[in-house]
């Protein structure tokens, strides 16, 4: 449904360390929120508490909450890291999106 790479496994638990936080204050929420130059941004923080219209599971060792009106857009999704010269950071593989701003940063469906 939703797939976690090693690279941003690894970025993930090293954030959570720095911070500070334990597997229950760190679980990473991901979403969809209306906004962008494409219409739809990504959403990636921790949280700590999973509301009532909120799925839960864990990928790759990584305890995810969605909401699950995201869900719709995100099936089949991919959350990568790139440390790499032209970009540093998570980035997301959305087979759904029909199109991307130039940053990456939000998309359309």
């Known amino acids: 449904m939703f797939s976690v790479t090693e690279k941003a496994k690894s970025r ?3 954030i959570r360390v720095k911070e500070g936080k334990t597997d229950g204050e760190a679980v990473v929420r991901v979403g969809v929120n209306s906004g962008g ?3 739809l941004s ?3 923080e921790f949280d700590a508490k999973s509301g009532p219209n909120d799925q ?3 990928e790759n060792g ?3 909450i969605m909401e699950k009106k995201s869900v719709l ?3 089949g999704t991919t959350l990568d890291f790139s ?3 032209n970009g540093k950071g998570f980035y997301f593989i959305n087979p759904n999106a029909s199109r991307t701003c130039a940053c ?3 998309f359309a469906v």
Request: with cysteine.
């Open 56 to 58: 839960s599971f864990s």
């Open 42 to 44: 990504y959403a990636l």
């Open 73 to 75: 857009y995100l099936i």
């Open 37 to 39: 130059c494409s219409g």
């Open 104 to 106: 990456g940063e939000s």
């Open 83 to 85: 440390d790499g010269l």
């Open 12 to 14: 993930i638990q090293e």
């Open 62 to 64: 990584i305890n995810i």
